[in-house]
């Protein structure tokens, strides 16, 4: 069964630090751009950020920039995302998703901004 599986979520102090990681489980993530997002209790589900097949694009939301980094590494079927400086504010289930592109997120809309392949979600909280 081809499916993306996150893992790396968890609960961290305020300015600590987490790895989220996104491996494909039967399919090859190398022609596809890997998104993540995150969902908090009430909210929408929010881009987070984006990169693209051969990793020489990356996008992020303004509130993540400088703080976050996505990355992948093609011979472990992984897409990453290095979070810095946590804040309470970033506390959600954050999930991972592929398709042929970024979203447009002039045209994308939540819950599924146009992406077709969704991981199940892997929960981070940031509380002291």
């Known amino acids: 069964q081809s499916q993306l599986v996150e893992s790396g979520g968890g609960l961290v102090q305020p300015g600590g630090s987490l790895r989220l990681a996104c491996a494909g489980s039967?399919?090859?993530?190398?022609?596809?751009?890997v998104g993540w997002f995150r969902q908090a209790p009430g909210r929408e589900r929010e881009f987070v950020a984006c990169?693209?097949?051969?990793?020489?694009?990356?996008h992020y939301v303004d509130s993540v920039k400088g703080r976050f980094t996505i990355s992948r590494d093609s011979a472990k079927n992984t897409v990453y995302l290095q979070m810095e400086s946590l804040k309470p504010e970033d506390t959600a289930v954050y999930y991972c998703?592929?398709?042929?592109?970024?979203?447009?997120?002039?045209?994308?809309?939540?819950?599924?901004?146009?992406?077709?392949?969704w991981g199940q979600g892997s929960q981070v909280t940031v509380s002291s």
């Open positions: 998703a592929a398709d042929f592109g970024c979203p447009v997120l002039t045209v994308d809309n939540p819950p599924d901004y146009g992406m077709r392949h």
């Open positions: 039967g399919f090859s993530l190398d022609l596809l751009y």
């Open positions: 990169i693209s097949d051969n990793a020489d694009s990356t």
